[in-house]
Structure formats: structure tokens, C-alpha cells
């Protein structure tokens, strides 16, 4: 097929390198024309997320370059969050011009309200098709993808849909009115969230009463009414959809249970950060501590929710010496760590450390040699 991806970033670049993998004929569009021209000149602005390969990919910043013989246009956009909902006036604009250069099918893949599916996306010229993926994970995501959204409301749909994505015969698509799916798609992530913080609850419990947070997990997972993705203790999920979506689905209607979530989760975060740097005292009373990681996901150019800035600043609002190190830090945006000291590589942050916390699973970190120090794994 013959496809314009409109928008290049975090999501929008790998997606345009996946339908170069399939064979289909690709160009992208961004209005960063200093992105635009990065990517002519093979620079990544996506360097650890697998899979993003520029060859074989035209770019530019003037949509009537990549329009001509277009089949589809898929539009990947923001839909940055404002209060508790999420603002389409981006994708108003990128489909506005689309219509006003050309008349082939688009496909919107942001994340979009129900309200404003139903209204820019009309099932039949306009379709919406939310991808399911993970930053630094998207490529992966797209090629072992189970389930697919299309929210249209004309017969071929899914099959043109099937034929842009490559999707076999065990990809479940899941069809609707734009408005339905919209909501569907924030569902499934609340729903991810909802099953982290139950398994918080449930390794919480465990250790009030003395039970094994192992076992009881295991049997919960392997009950097949139930299953166990997604079902293991750890920190809040972070990232750029999860807490926003969940906000977002509190703002749509009376959600006491997702109020319950949301207010769980920030429950524990703070007690997991807490208790984590209170052990920290163990080994020395006032301890010079470095934080390996600060990105939510290894491979992912995004601090929202971080572990390890959640850490870095609570050692430093005890006063207590500490430096944050990331491998993507030289392509996060400006101030990404606030006040936390940052170092420019592990050599330099473990110089000044008495104690190692890694708080995102990294590969340069596995088996990392710490010259002896003691080591605090917050990352799984």
C-alpha cells in the first residue's frame, strides 16, 4: 500500500518504520522541519527504540509532498492533556489539511475522547484505529499485537485494515462506532492500571499477615478466568498513557473504582519510594546514593512517572548526597530532572556513590560491576 504517517515522534516514526517493514510504500510528515531534516539525514531522534530504521523512509514538512499517490494517510499526533481530558486540536488540524489537499482514506491512531472520535472521525473517509503499544516497545508491540481497535462504520474497513498492519488470523479486531472504541481504548489501559494496583493490594496484605506475595500471585495469575499479565507488585505504572488515561476516564463520569485506583496508586508510590530509601539507612545513616534510570521504560525518551526521580528526590529532600544517571538523559527534553543533580555517565555517578539504586532495566545495567557497592533493584 502507499501511506503517509502524519506526525514523526515518539510513536509516529517507529509506526512509519514498521509499514516500511511490511513492504508498503511510506512517506512521513512532520511540521518540525528540523526533525524532518534529522531524519533525512539519518539521525535518529529515537535512538534506543527498537526497530526504528530511516532507510528507506521519505520525509518532509510540506504535506503535499508526501500526499501525491497516497492511498492512506494515517495521523499520529499528540493529544496533549488538559484537565482531565485530552485536546484534539491537533488532529483537527492535521485531518483539516489532509481534506483540503487530498481525498483518501485517513486513519487516526491518537488517543482521542469519545466526544471528539465520534466528531472527526465520521466511520467511513475518516476511520479511527488507536494503536496498543508501549514506548521502547513499539515496534514489538505491533508485530506480536492480539487485539486491534477500528472504529468505522463501513464494510471493508477491517479489511483494509488487516492488509495496512499485516494483522493474521490471530489479531483479534474489535469493531465499532469511533465513539465506542475511543472509550474502549481508554478502558483497556484503566484496566491495565486497575490490575497493578490490585497486585500492590494484594502483596500488601500478604505481608500484614505473614503469606508469601509470590504465592498468592501465582495462584491468582494461573486461575484462567483471571491471568497473570500485568499482575505482579512494583511501582505505579508510568508513562504517557496509563495515569493519563486513567485521569482521564475519572473526568468522563462517576468512576469510584477508578478513583480508587488513581488514589492507590499514589498511596503506593509514596510508601514503595519511602520504604525503599528508609533502607537505604541500613547501610550508612546519611548515604551518598546513585540512581541508575530515570525513563519510565528502557527505551523510552519519557520521565513521566520515573522511579527513579520519584527516589532521586526524596534522598534529596533529606539532604542526603545523590546523582541521577540515565543513558537516554542528552535526548530528554530540557530540565527533565528538575533540581537533581545529573552525571553524564555510570563511571561518574558510581564515583560518588556509597550505594547503587537502578531504577529502570536498562541492559548497560545488567551485570553492571559496582566496584563492591550495595545495590538496590527497583526496576521489576
Known sequence: MKICVAGLG???LPIACYFVSLGHRVRGHDVNADLVQRIREQISPLPYEPGVTLSGLQVSDQLPDVLFGME?????????????ALSAKWVEQAVASL??????????????????????????????????????????????ARVALVGATYPRAKERLRALWGWGPEV????????????????????????????NELSTVCQKVGASADVVLQAVG???????????????????????????????????IADRVFFSHAEQGRAQVTRLVNGLTRIALRPRVAVLGA????????????????????????????????????????????????????????????????????PEFDGLEVGGRPVVRCDR
Not at 469519545?114 to 508501549?134: E, F, H, K, Q
Not at 508510568?238 to 473526568?251: I, T
Not at 539532604?319 to 530528554?332: H, I, K, M, T
Open 172 to 199: 483479534r479486531v474489535v469493531e465499532g462506532d469511533p465513539r465506542s472504541v475511543a472509550l474502549a481504548k481508554l478502558a483497556i489501559n484503566v484496566s491495565l492500571s486497575l490490575r497493578i494496583a490490585w497486585a
Open 72 to 84: 492512506v494517510a494515517y495521523v499520529i499526533v499528540p493529544t496533549p492533556q488538559e484537565g482531565a
Open 10 to 12: 515518539k510513536v509516529g
Open 222 to 256: 494461573a486461575d484462567p478466568r483471571i491471568g497473570g499479565a500485568y499482575l505482579r507488585p512494583g511501582f505505579p505504572p508510568g508513562g504517557p498513557c496509563l495515569p493519563r488515561d486513567l485521569e482521564v476516564w475519572r473526568g468522563l463520569s462517576h468512576a469510584p
Open 295 to 362: 525513563t519510565y521504560n528502557p527505551g523510552a525518551l519519557d520521565v513521566t512517572g520515573s522511579r527513579g526521580l520519584a527516589v532521586a528526590e526524596e534522598v534529596l529532600r533529606r539532604g542526603w548526597s545523590v546523582v541521577l544517571y540515565d543513558p537516554a538523559g542528552p535526548w530528554l527534553p530540557a530540565g527533565w530532572a528538575g533540581k537533581v543533580p545529573v552525571v553524564d555517565s555510570v563511571e561518574e555517578a558510581l564515583v560518588q556513590a556509597e550505594v547503587v539504586v537502578i531504577a529502570t532495566p536498562w
Open 99 to 144: 481534506r483540503g489537499e487530498w481525498d483518501g482514506l485517513i486513519i487516526v491512531g491518537s488517543t482521542l475522547m469519545p466526544d471528539d472520535a465520534n466528531r472527526i472521525c465520521d466511520g467511513v473517509s475518516v476511520v479511527y484505529n488507536p494503536p496498543l503499544i508501549r514506548l521502547g516497545h513499539v515496534i514489538e508491540d505491533l508485530r506480536e
